[in-house]
C-alpha cells in the first residue's frame, strides 16, 4: 500500500509540472531562473534526505521535487532565458546556496 500511495503522489507531482514545462518551452512563461535553480538545489537536498534516512517506497515525490525545477531552468536557459540577475535575486541565491550548505 506505502508503494502504492507513493507512485501516485510522484505521479501527481509530475503531472503538476507539465503544463508549466510546456508553456515554459513555448516561452508563454518565463521563469524566473534564480528561484527554479534554487528550488532544484532544495529539491536534490531534500531527496539526498529522504535516502539517506531509508525512505524507499515515498521517494518518488522527493524525486521530482528535485527533477522538476531542474527541466524547467534548463528549458529556460536552453530556450535564451539569461537575462542578468538583479541584486535581489543575487542576495536571494547566495542566501540559499548559504542555507543549504549550513543544513
Known amino acids: 500500500m506505502k508503494e502504492t500511495i507513493g ?3 510522484g505521479l501527481i507531482v509530475i503531472l503538476s ?3 508549466y514545462a510546456i508553456r515554459t518551452y513555448q516561452r508563454k512563461i518565463t521563469p524566473n531562473l534564480t528561484s ?5 538545489f532544495l529539491g536534490l537536498a531534500i531527496l539526498l534526505t529522504y535516502r539517506s534516512s531509508g525512505a524507499s517506497s515515498n521517494v518518488w515525490p522527493a524525486v521530482f521535487g528535485f527533477t522538476n525545477p531542474l ?3 534548463t528549458i529556460a536557459i536552453w530556450r535564451g532565458e539569461r537575462k542578468k540577475p538583479n541584486s535581489l535575486e543575487i542576495v536571494c541565491a547566495i ?5 543549504i550548505l549550513l543544513w
Do not use: C, N, R
Request: charged content about 0%.
Open 7 to 9: 507512485l501516485i503522489s
Open 17 to 19: 509540472f507539465i503544463p
Open 36 to 40: 527554479w535553480t534554487i528550488w532544484s
Open 71 to 73: 527541466i524547467i531552468a
Open 95 to 99: 542566501l540559499g546556496v548559504t542555507s
